[in-house]
């Protein structure tokens, strides 16, 4: 038995596998508190992380029927760029900055600046650094939290930190380490030179944690640990990953020609590469994959969050908002929305607010509000999908996961609008598979394959299939072009 754990923005998720019986036995989650604030701060307290995680994998422990001395490893999967960074004693200077932090798109336009603008940032690093990558929230604790700052003894993502807490070891590995901007992700190792440049008072060797392989162990889970969870002695825990390279993974996406499209409180567009990609578009992300080989990323920050926020102002539960964007026509009757409510990523606008346009007396509708901000979610991924470009291009069929996949109106919208058939995985909640699946991997390293891992786990939900139709495709052409002049009309 592997346990997959997926620490996303909202909730840790747990799955118990049995991976040579090719079943999921059990799964379950808990939510997580999120603190937001004026200014695009966005925060969370990694303790919070851990309770989650007892919580749930207790559930899906029992769930599955099993005894926990039946597990023999676990792989965490964590949404990525979040900073924990940790004094002597391994507890947190400060609560974790998230991906979705925007508070310091300043320190970010001024790090981009230093290090040469994008050409700089592409020559040292591989990639543009972004405002949400951790970057600049570290030199953000540097200027404003000094106090906190002059503690830090370590730098960890939150995968890193949860492997930290079950193991007791500081290590990284390279997909998640790509998106903090100390890390080039064409040679997969830091760069003390930029740490230096971001924190000169800390000693790199020291704060950065050891670079593992992906199939490499973490450690094993500490013995006081493991008598309380009630697991085995020497239970390995794997690399993990970030959770879009652990979705890759729980998709089967882990060789060249297939799309990724999350739609969770983010939305992310992956396809895999064997190579680093040197985009010409800043707004690719050229971040590693977790099991060797490379992921180009789009990932955009007002997906479920905005459609959430659309839906809880009108008073409704998934089932009636689902329903109410049914009932509204393509194209919302014209109401377009902007639906950056906490800046965006992709486009690059991190300052940016949330717009509704085009509202009249007529199409002012609560159906039609709901509609236009799923439309203008789906809109931005097709967007993302644009920037990758030949990346994406081969892929002939998308593999859609995260909280929205579950909502029939909304497959039949990705594929309506980026022209492509969609298709959900059984299990929608992809990255805690995929941690599993890569915890199998590590533990039977080298003699089973990841391609037979997810050849056994990986099974695609037939009943989601869903093809483009011909005069849907045509219907949103306007309405994507509405929503890209609006973009050019607000923020050129
Ligand atoms: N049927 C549905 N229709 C639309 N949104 C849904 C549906 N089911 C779940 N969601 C949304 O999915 C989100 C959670 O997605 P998830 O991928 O688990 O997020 P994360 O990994 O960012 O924590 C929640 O905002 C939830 O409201
Ligand atoms: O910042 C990114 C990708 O670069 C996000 O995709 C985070 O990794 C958070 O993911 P979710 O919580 O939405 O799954």
Redo the contacts with the bound molecule.
């Keep these: 038995m592997y346990i997959g754990v997926d620490c996303?923005?909202?909730?840790t998720k747990v799955v118990v596998v049995d991976v040579d019986a090719g079943r999921i036995l059990g799964e379950a989650s808990r939510p997580h508190r999120l603190d937001a604030g004026d200014g695009g701060r966005r925060e969370q307290a990694p303790a919070d992380w851990i309770a989650a995680f007892r919580g749930a994998f207790r559930e899906a422990v029992e769930r599955a029927g099993i005894d926990a001395r039946a597990i023999r490893a676990i792989g965490v999967s964590g949404q990525q760029h979040g900073l924990v960074a940790l004094d002597a004693t391994g507890e947190p200077v400060h609560p974790a900055k998230l991906w979705c932090d925007t508070e310091t798109a300043d320190h970010n336009a001024a790090l981009v600046e230093r290090l040469g603008g994008e050409a700089g940032c592409l020559d040292r690093l591989g990639l543009v650094l972004q405002t949400g990558y951790t970057a600049s929230k570290l030199a953000w604790l540097r200027d404003t939290r000094p106090e906190a700052y002059r503690r830090i003894d370590s730098l960890l993502l939150p995968h890193d930190y949860l492997n930290f807490w079950l193991t007791g070891e500081r290590v990284a590995e390279a997909g998640d380490a790509s998106g903090t901007g100390y890390f080039d992700t064409r040679t997969r190792r830091w760069r003390e030179d930029v740490l230096a440049e971001i924190a000169p008072e800390l000693d790199p060797p020291r704060v950065l944690p050891r670079l593992i392989e992906a199939h490499e162990p973490a450690g094993t889970v500490r013995p006081e640990l493991a008598a309380d969870l009630g697991l085995a002695e020497d239970v390995v825990v794997s690399s993990g990953g970030g959770?879009n390279m652990m979705g890759a993974i729980g998709t089967g996406n882990i060789a060249p020609g297939l799309v990724t499209l999350s739609l969770?409180?983010?939305g992310t567009v992956c396809a895999y590469s064997p190579e680093p990609v040197i985009a010409d578009d800043a707004q690719v992300a050229n971040f590693c994959a977790s099991h060797g080989g490379w992921l180009p990323l789009i990932c955009t920050m007002n997906v479920?969050s905005a459609?959430?926020r659309v839906r809880e102002l009108f008073g409704l539960d998934?089932a009636a908002f689902?329903e109410q964007v049914a009932s509204a026509p393509i194209g919302a009757e014209g109401v377009t929305v902007l639906p950056f409510f906490n800046g965006e990523r992709v486009p690059t606008l991190p300052q940016a607010t949330g717009s509704f346009l085009g509202l009249t007396s007529v199409n002012t509708t609560q159906a039609n509000l709901c509609r236009a901000v799923v439309e203008s979610a789906t809109f931005g991924l097709r967007y993302g999908l644009e920037r990758l470009g030949d990346l994406a291009a081969g892929a002939s069929q998308i593999r859609l996961i995260?909280?929205?996949a579950?909502?029939p109106v909304?497959r039949q919208m990705v594929a309506d609008i980026t022209g492509t058939p969609v298709i959900c995985p059984e299990v929608t909640?992809a990255a805690a598979l995929g941690a599993a699946l890569q915890a199998a991997w590590c533990e039977r390293y080298p003699d089973t394959p990841l391609e037979d891992l997810c050849a056994r786990l990986v099974h695609l939900d037939e009943g989601t299939h869903t093809e483009p139709e011909p005069d849907r495709i045509t219907a949103y052409h306007g309405a994507y072009g509405r929503y890209r002049q609006a973009l050019a009309d607000h923020y050129t």
């Design positions: 996303g923005t909202q909730s959770d969770g409180t983010s479920t459609t959430t998934l689902g995260g909280g929205g579950k909502s909304w909640d």
